[in-house]
């Protein structure tokens, strides 16, 4: 039910775990609202359709997002602003970063790394050495730099909208307020 309220909130939604997602709301601001404006609508959606307090992060990428929810739970918002992402991260532990278990933050530990701003700023050569392949990855998460989009599992080929009247239409206001309404939708979707 909570995945329902997500896809009707933007189509580009991929789910993480039975209670988490990544929504991808780009693009929507004219016709729906801010970012701000779309989650404070969510959260009221899912807590009056389903009865659950949700969480949300908000920010440019999956990770930032990822770490603003968990620090804003239980049943927060919290916003990563654009530009913001390092000053952010920096203060944090690295066992904030996605990724860190338990035996990369102590790999971390054993080379001095506790905060996110420790393994910003360290090479990445470094970081390859002593991590391989996952050393640089960690680097950019830490530097806020994540390439990852959204990804859907539902591919969609075609949108439409339709509606069946209980008598003949021939006022032309009528079928043009139909018209406007169903482009609305189709618009909606396609976004």
Known sequence: AVFEVFRRTSPLVEGLSIDEAFLDVRGMGRSVGSPTDIAAGLRRA???????PITVGIATTKSLAKIASALAKP???????PGDARAFLRPLSVSETGGVG??????LLEMHITKIADLADRDPAELERALGAWGPVLH???????????EC?????????ENTFPEDVAE????????????????????
């Open 75 to 81: 049943d927060g918002l919290m916003i990563v602003e």
């Open 153 to 161: 599992d539902r591919g969609r080929s075609s949108y439409g909208e």
């Open 172 to 191: 032309r206001e009528e079928i043009e307020a139909m018209v406007i309404a169903h482009a609305e939708t189709v618009a909606r979707r396609l976004r």
């Open 102 to 107: 338990r035996v990369t933050e102590q790999r």
């Open 46 to 52: 899912v807590r009056e359709e389903v009865g659950l």
């Open 140 to 150: 950019a998460l830490a530097s806020g730099d994540d390439l990852r989009t959204v």
